[in-house]
């Protein structure tokens, strides 16, 4: 994951354009092969919005007085305002004051900006640089075009299930932020994995479909194109989004609370150090547009640390340091915790009267003394809520475990016929 992320660093990314292109093909090769490219015109309407024309870049930077260069767009990618229009001229300092942005909070970071619906053009550089800037005349250049004959590009990729069912979980994330890791490439590099592991199941209850997608009109434009399938079928799903960094883990849950993919999470959540959940109301990612009222598949988020929650997000600091294989292995296996919960989940009846001897079933040890409690209680505990009304998450809830940790439990007990899935 981490190596994936240092190979897409570098290529230029915007909602729109090559970049965006050449990063899908990498993807595609990263996961074997498979993901269908798909495509809107620039200029189509999308409910609300219309698709913008699609916009590139080829060089962008400021000369100063003293014939330095400065925002050098080939030395790093935020330094020019996101779908600048092209302009080569020279003015003053004080005209060039209103095309500069930077953060004063920040004095030593370059931020990310962008004008994707409004033409302008500008460059962003640290607060400290932007101070030290020395008054005489400037030179900006900025190479770039629209093709208001373009597109916007997204992938997806359909698993079926292994047996036949039309419900499908949902794993999305985006691929829109120039030079940035946490917040641009974790998503991408946790949702590649994904898709091998899921692949390598022998049994998978539910259909999967995955979309990669620039950040808010892609995910619109993928909606657009698919809202009756979505609605039909989806019965749970997950935007992935920075979950490489090695401190917290967090969810965003969805309106509805109680939506399978937010009790998945919530409860796996539990078993985490440093975890956090927020409301609908700290939304921020494209869990916007799939819980949309008219939607409403109840999608929950998963992150490490949650977007603007850490100090680098959305500046030059987000680099290949905000990130490790740690965190992102730490990162993916939170996903596929909450993933084996929603497999997992069914409503579970007992098939004994009276505790079952375990010990038989090797699910809790011959040998008896005091001070053995978890391991013995946890296939107990099970066992004594499966009353065929209460599902696994609502079990878990109630005796404080995170599914996973039943998993063979469960395998066991249907094989040795303790138990039934209700109907």
């Avoid at 925002?71 to 092209?86: A, M």
């Avoid at 992938?155 to 691929?175: C, G």
């Avoid at 066992?383 to 079990?395: F, Q, R, S, T, W």
């Avoid at 878990?396 to 094989?415: D, F, R, S, V």
Wanted: charged share 25%; net charge neutral.
């Amino acid at each position: 994951m981490y190596e994936l992320i240092k190979t897409l660093y570098p290529i230029y990314r915007s909602i729109t354009g090559e970049g965006v292109r050449k990063s899908l093909e990498i993807i595609n090769e990263a996961v074997g092969g498979g993901l269908e490219l798909k495509a809107l015109r620039s200029g189509m309407p999308v409910y609300d919005w219309v698709i913008p024309a699609e916009y590139n870049v080829r060089d962008a930077y400021i000369i100063t007085p003293s014939g330095k260069k400065i925002c050098e767009f080939k030395k790093h990618n935020l330094h020019l305002l996101g779908y600048s229009e092209p302009v080569h001229k020279k003015l003053s300092l004080d005209e060039l004051q209103s095309h500069l942005y930077s953060d004063p909070n920040k004095p030593n970071s370059i931020p990310y900006a962008t004008s994707y619906y409004e033409r302008r053009w500008g460059f962003c550089l640290s607060h400290s640089e932007r101070n030290s800037l020395e008054n005489g005349e400037y030179e900006v250049f900025i190479d770039s075009d629209f093709n208001e004959s373009g597109e916007l590009n997204w992938a997806q990729f359909y698993l079926q299930a292994t047996k036949p069912t039309k419900d499908e979980i949902l794993i999305s994330t985006y691929i829109c932020h120039p030079q940035m890791c946490n917040n641009e490439l974790s998503g991408p590099a946790v949702w590649c994995e994904l898709i091998k592991w899921l692949k390598s199941q022998k049994e998978r209850k539910y259909n999967y479909r995955f979309v990669i997608a620039p950040e808010t009109i892609g995910a619109i434009a993928y909606i657009h194109e698919n809202f009756n399938a979505l609605k039909a079928n989806v019965k749970a799903g997950f935007v992935l989004s920075c979950l490489g960094d090695d401190n917290e883990y967090s969810v965003i849950l969805p309106p509805d609370e109680n939506s399978p993919s937010a009790r998945a999470a919530k409860i796996v959540l539990k078993t985490k150090q440093n975890a956090k959940t927020y409301s609908f109301l700290k939304r921020g990612s494209d869990e916007r547009q799939y819980n949309t009222p008219a939607l409403n598949l109840g999608v929950a988020t998963l992150c490490r640390t949650k977007f603007v929650e850490f100090p680098q997000y959305h500046t030059s600091d987000d680099d290949l340091s905000c990130v490790s294989q740690k965190g992102l292995e730490g990162g993916l296996k939170f996903a596929k915790e909450c993933i084996k919960a929603l497999e997992l989940n069914e409503i579970y009846a007992a098939n004994f009267i009276c505790e079952p001897c375990l010990g038989k079933y090797n699910l809790t040890s011959t040998l008896s003394m005091i001070g053995i409690t978890m391991p013995q209680m946890l296939p107990r505990n099970f066992l004594a809520y499966c009353d065929g009304k209460k599902d696994l998450l609502e079990i878990c809830e109630l005796i404080g475990a995170n599914p996973n940790e039943l998993e063979n439990i469960i395998k066991i007990c249907l094989e040795n016929n303790l138990i039934k899935i209700a109907k």
